[in-house]
């Protein structure tokens, strides 16, 4: 059935499209925390206006978490094709039959209106995750086949008729991923994919154990999710939403993590055209990875602390922390800091350089308030010799001029002064000084004699 041009058609297709592209490009707000702008604005930004300066920041922090050899690296970047494990010629062929009459949704390449289609099977599926067996049970082959046929069409369709069971649906979504061309992972990330499984905690002595180091995971899958084309992105990211909200139902329609990683991982992440056998033991590593991104799929589609930061402070063009105050709310921040000085590179590994931009002016604010003091101290002595002797010493102290990158705004502001006692004098005590030693002066020339005779 072929959608007509009607007026009442558009606006259908309008709502649908429309809703579909709200629930892609939105993350969902946290109930404590108001929505005020794109977190990820500059990251995308970036990825849209400098592709390949976006694609160059992300490659090298993958390459910082996972060990890519120069193979495997060149089929992540695209540089050469990619090698998946061989499959028999019989399935081929057989496959390649099977897609043969394929509509704008079955069988076609990932777009966004083949998106917009099967997003009406997931709005419907995440409103009836009680259903016991839900994605394992098949559904009935003649409703298939006619939802398969409204959805090829581009038909709007209402599930909440009855017309349809839930089972249904969730056939044909794991048959339309399974129909793609390519997997919904892509043939690129393939390898990767196997050694993000692999990270694992290292014991005290620097020796690798078999814990899996959950973090270090998320942040590679956070950084090769950014990496997808978007299309893959955007229907990942609904599919295992639906998934996860599956799982938490668990109690109910008897799917855990691990068994909806199952059901999809075969659709999803293996190579196209190929059988259990062709997987090379692998097959548990991928169940496993699936699961992974189903129990953490909230964590997943945000980009890392660090990469955020990099991005904006490319696009603000700031060269330094403007204040102190900035650097402190800079350090406050998860994931590492990331100064404008280390722009032109966006490894994580610069983090250093603002913790020790940050150690060095705290030091020196504090080396300031301790001579403060001591001079006041000294100040403050009863008149004798030792005191004249302890100012002469803060006033005859040389300093090291300091260099034209550490100086603060007022220290180039005086670089030539190489007295400590000048240097307090301006910065610390000022004319408060200069007055006081008038005074010290007058007192000293009143009891010379009875000073000289003690």
């Known amino acids: 059935m072929a959608a007509e041009s009607d007026p009442q058609t558009n606006h259908k297709l309008e709502r649908r499209g429309t809703k579909c592209s709200v629930f892609i490009s939105q993350e969902k707000p946290s109930a404590s925390q108001p929505v005020i702008f794109n977190p990820d604005f500059f990251v995308e930004r970036l990825r849209h206006e400098h592709p390949q300066a976006f694609t160059d920041m992300v490659l090298s922090n993958i390459t910082r978490l996972i060990d890519l050899p120069g193979d495997e690296f060149a089929q992540l970047t695209g540089e050469s094709e990619a090698r998946v494990p061989p499959s028999s010629g019989f399935l081929r062929s057989f496959n390649f039959l099977k897609r043969k009459d394929k509509g704008v949704v079955f069988g076609a390449p990932l777009t966004e209106e083949g998106i917009a289609q099967i997003y009406q099977l997931i709005e419907y599926l995440s409103k009836n995750l009680h259903v016991e067996g839900l994605f394992r049970v098949p559904g009935h082959s003649l409703r298939q086949a006619a939802l398969r046929e409204m959805l090829n069409a581009g038909a709007d369709i209402d599930l909440e008729t009855g017309d349809f069971h839930p089972n249904d649906a969730a056939t044909l979504l794991k048959a339309y991923l399974g129909e793609l061309p390519e997997p919904l992972l892509t043939h690129r990330h393939y390898h990767a994919h196997l050694k993000i499984g692999e990270l694992t905690r290292f014991d005290d002595k620097g020796d690798k154990t078999d814990v899996p180091d959950k973090e270090r995971q998320i942040e590679a899958f956070q950084l090769l999710f950014m990496l997808l084309p978007p299309a893959n992105r955007s229907l990942l990211k609904l599919l295992l939403d639906l998934l996860y909200h599956t799982a938490r139902n668990q109690h109910v329609n008897k799917m855990s993590a691990i068994n909806l990683a199952t059901m999809f991982a075969p659709h999803i992440i293996w190579p196209k055209n190929v059988m259990a056998s062709d997987l090379q033991g692998n097959i548990e590593k991928l169940n496993n990875g699936i699961a992974f991104l189903i129990r953490h799929s909230q964590k997943l589609f945000k980009a890392p602390a660090y990469i955020k930061e990099y991005t904006r402070l490319y696009f603000t063009g700031s060269k330094t922390l403007q204040s102190q105050d900035d650097l402190t709310l800079c350090s406050g921040t998860s994931g590492g800091q990331m100064s404008a000085a280390t722009a032109a590179s966006p490894s994580p590994s610069v983090r250093t350089i603002v913790g020790a931009a940050s150690s060095a002016s705290e030091t020196q604010s504090y080396t300031e308030s301790a001579l403060r003091e001591l001079y006041q101290q000294v100040n403050n002595m009863p008149e004798s010799a030792k005191k004249k002797k302890l100012i002469r010493q803060f006033e005859k102290q040389t300093l090291q001029t300091p260099s034209a990158d550490t100086r603060t705004p007022f220290s180039r502001k005086h670089w030539r002064s190489r007295s400590l006692g000048g ?23 009143s009891a010379s004699s009875s000073s000289h005779g003690q």
Do not use: P, Y
Request: net charge positive.
């Open 423 to 445: 240097m307090i004098k301006r910065k610390v005590l000022g004319s408060q000084v200069l007055t006081e030693k008038e005074n010290n002066r007058l007192q000293t020339t």
